[in-house]
């Protein structure tokens, strides 16, 4: 006997990916509550984020890149803070 294809509504697919994102829910207990499989609940977690064809290597690559941004910046924020310091040094003293 063959079974057949069930079809979601978009509005059903967004309720779900909706309460994925909610505090203390897990993918596989939301799965198993609407009655679908995990791996697909993934897929349409994924295409709400826009992701649906990245590979994790390219999650990685993403990761990386932000993390070397973060590093940049925060290098930068670093040497303006000794700059500042350095100036209130300079202000603060008295003169002699």
Known sequence: MKRERRNF???????????VGQPGATRAGIARDLGIGPNLLGRWC??????SKSSP???????????????RELAKVKTERDILKKALGYFAAEPK
Request: hydrophobic share 35%; net charge negative.
């Open 9 to 19: 509504t978009e509005e059903f697919k967004r309720e779900a990916v909706k309460l």
């Open 46 to 51: 994924r295409d709400a984020a826009g992701t």
């Open 57 to 71: 290597a390219s999650a990685e690559k993403v990761s990386l890149d932000e993390y070397e941004r973060m590093r």
